[in-house]
């Protein structure tokens, strides 16, 4: 699940798909003309949100490789609601074939089995689904190692002691669940540390600060966080300053946007664990490729993550886990 996007946003980024030709992507090469002029309609999970536009470079550099066209429509905000009207419409336009971000595991189940029934080869990114089956191939992090990769960072930050806590962004959806899954599962191997449980934010920061505030009255000796978007940080960081907490309380982020960079540079948080979206974009086409073309996709690939302070923004293992703007 991803944060909800910066609305402006939206624009730029249908008229960055024009432009998206650069990056490392694993190149399938053409195809013998087998998928040229054919389309890739590309559905993430929000609008204007670097984690997707960095995709979205991704998938339209690999498409350009294979002769293929890309067209991209997102939803204003991460909610099934209105992803479907999306899917109907991609239905109705009936290209090739679909990369998707579901907002819902199970909610977005229905329109995309009209979409596969409408002969769409349908590819999954980022996020899952309940059903398997529906999609050819699901390309996306390993969101549950990325958690547990939060636990080690948030462990070091806290010195393996103390009470801490998860703020998850949403319920039921895939990213926020194994992210806090896996840091559940990570932060049991620390003896010296009590986990107090996740909660729940609704993407909204103001929730996610008063979760702090509640979480410090109960716990004035809470140590750390887990953050697992942007929006997390962002509340959990106001209602830390609001009680004089900051610095005090560890955070660890997840993402490597403009604003988790940012987080990270004001000391909001002190670690990110960022993600490789443009990576997950090409591959998701090779495979989509793949099967458009009689061989067979691989099935679920998982990609990996990169852990980042303030002081590794300025070395390239830093430089390259931030996500793009443009492409």
Known sequence: MRTIGVLGAAAALAVGLAACSSGGGSGSGTTGGSVKGK?????????????YITMQ???????AKNGMKVDMQAPQQFDASLQTPIVNGVIAKKPAGMLIAPTDAKAMVPPLLRAKQAGITIGLVDTTL?????????VSTDNKA???AAADALAKLIGQKGKVLVIAFKAGASTSDDRQHGFEQEI???????????????????????I???TLAAHPDLTGVFATNQFAAEGAATGLRNAGKQNKVKVVGFDAGPVQVQQLQRGDVQALVAQ??????????DQLVASLTGKKPTAEIGTTTTTITKDDLSTDTGRQAVYKTTC
């Open 276 to 285: 490789q979206p443009y990576q997950i974009g090409t591959q998701a086409v």
């Open 188 to 210: 049991k191997k620390y003896s010296g540390i009590q986990y107090l449980g996740a909660q729940i934010n609704d993407n909204s920061p103001a929730k996610a600060a008063s």
């Open 130 to 138: 309940a059903q398997s089956g529906l999609a050819v191939t699901g």
């Open 146 to 148: 990325g958690g547990a």
């Open 57 to 63: 470079c991704g998938i339209q550099a690999e498409a």
């Open 39 to 51: 389309t890739i309609s590309f559905v993430p999970g929000v609008s204007g949100d670097s984690f």
């Open 212 to 214: 702090i505030s509640a």
